[in-house]
């Protein structure tokens, strides 16, 4: 795939911490950094949603799972990969 296809992110350097740390502090905005806006904002939507329902436990699960994907996601761009704006991992 070519980066200049849509729905793809080009390549960047991205700060690895600072995507570890805004998907802590406000889980979404680590992907609104990286260009995956709509994955962000659902992310931004689902928070308050998870956690009415699970009691907070999931929000502490999805925290940890958006860090550490936003940081994979970040380490690729770095690397000169393209991401999709969907991608996870």
Not at 17 to 38: D, E, R, S, W
Not at 52 to 73: E, R
């Amino acid at each position: 795939m070519s980066d200049s296809e849509p729905g793809m992110i080009p390549p960047g350097e991205k700060s690895l911490f600072l995507v570890g740390f805004l998907n802590t502090v406000m889980v979404g905005a680590g992907y609104i950094y990286l260009g995956q806006t709509g994955k962000g904002i659902l992310f931004l939507v689902l928070v308050p949603v998870v956690a009415v329902f699970t009691i907070g436990i999931g929000v502490v699960l999805m925290v940890i799972f958006a860090v550490i994907d936003g940081i994979l996601l970040a380490k690729r761009m770095n690397r000169g990969e393209s991401i999709r704006k969907w991608q996870f991992f």
